[in-house]
């Protein structure tokens, strides 16, 4: 593949790393996003953009807030402390996933979580001021035999009290063309506060509890109550792939659906022809599942979802009010400390966000 020509000069994507090395230091654990919200408050209005909190959600205008609008969730995953030296995963928690409920997650779920973060440093914070309240280190996980629960144990941090947020500490590492670290999703919702860097005019959105399926309500809450008759709506974010041969298949990654909705395809046509201009690699995710569940189909295993994503949701629930598409950086180790994703790929990407402001989609006429 071909370098697509980028707007930007290697100094301006220097600005953009030096802004994700800052932002993935700085805790956001679902449930407990209101410290990072602060966070991103100060680094946009830095950048001219005027920024309204409402609950579960940060609204960024330009001088055009109407002329585009881009979406990124800003949580990432992490435990919470639920009693002395007793944690859990915050996901969890937050999606009220029990089994007293009737919610519970699979025990496959469970059994590969905890086994993910053995070892893995973490750090305790104030959820809305963002004060630090110590670091430790993951030393054990279990389930639970009386409640069916994934519990944690963190060692130097027993003297927390319940209802304390603990991000996995994090640094960005940058090596042989590849960024790496919990990406999903401070990859793209740096992108997006480095659009305003760059002269973005329209509006960002950043959405609070996306992991843990919630953050649809906040941004459907803002259409309802600001929103047009016709709304269009680009939800950015990471997607995952097995291994690096699959995700640099493309630099960006478009989906036509998920489990729950079908996206506008005159919006994600649009997206596709702004990828040929522009010299950018692309392929949609709906494929590539529906690819692998044919490959599935002789050894008996069960077939991949297409996914459930921000965008999928919305439209569920929208009744027309917003209509769109997703944009997605292709990555490996999803869910992982070690989440990786390509330069090029982060490059194109950034350089598709802007030819999209330049050429938003006219939004589908309600019927």
């Excluded at 002329?67 to 995963?89: K, M, W, Y």
């Excluded at 944690?152 to 991000?167: K, S, Y």
């Excluded at 069960?302 to 949701?313: C, D, F, K, P």
Aim: proline residues 4%.
């Amino acid at each position: 593949m071909t370098q697509p020509l980028l707007p930007e000069d290697a100094n301006a994507f220097g600005d953009f790393l030096d802004l994700l090395k800052a932002l993935i230091r700085q805790p956001s654990v679902v449930g407990a996003e209101h410290a990072f919200f602060r966070v991103l408050q100060r680094e946009l209005e830095e950048r001219g953009a005027q920024v309204t909190w409402y609950e579960g959600l940060l609204v960024a205008q330009g001088n055009q807030p109407d002329r585009c609008h881009f979406s990124a969730h800003i949580d990432r995953h992490g435990l919470v402390c639920t009693g002395p030296n007793e944690f859990q995963f915050a996901a969890f928690v937050a999606g009220k996933r029990t089994n007293l409920l009737g919610t519970d997650v699979a025990n496959e779920l469970k059994e590969t979580l905890m086994n993910r973060f053995d070892a893995t440093p973490v750090l305790a914070y104030e959820p809305w001021s963002g004060a630090y309240r110590g670091a430790g280190l993951i030393d054990n996980a279990y389930i639970c035999e009386y409640r069916n629960n994934l519990i944690f144990e963190v060692e130097g941090l027993e003297h927390l009290v319940a209802g304390t947020p603990v991000g996995f500490s994090d640094r960005l590492r940058v090596d042989q063309g590849m960024l790496s670290g919990q990406l999903d999703n401070v990859l793209t919702a740096a992108m997006l506060v480095h659009l305003f860097s760059l002269g973005y005019e329209g509006t960002a959105f950043f959405t609070a509890e996306e992991e843990s399926g919630g953050s649809w309500r906040y941004l459907l809450e803002w259409y309802r109550r600001f929103g047009k008759p016709t709304n269009q709506l680009y939800v950015v974010d990471t997607s995952p792939y097995r291994n690096r041969e699959e995700a640099d298949k493309q630099w960006i990654t478009l989906r036509n659906r998920d489990e729950h909705a079908e996206f506008n395809p005159q919006t994600t046509g649009q997206v596709a022809q702004l990828c040929h201009q522009h010299a950018i690699s692309f392929g949609f995710k709906d494929h590539y599942i529906e690819q692998l569940n044919q490959q599935r189909l002789g050894s008996n295993r069960q077939a991949q979802s297409l996914g459930r994503t921000e965008l999928g949701r919305i439209l569920a629930n929208a009744d027309g009010l917003v209509d769109g598409t997703t944009i997605q950086i292709p990555t490996t180790g999803y869910h992982t400390m070690n989440e990786t994703a390509s330069v090029q790929a982060c490059q194109a990407f950034l350089t598709l966000l802007r030819a999209i402001e330049a050429d938003p989609a006219e939004p589908a006429t309600q019927t």
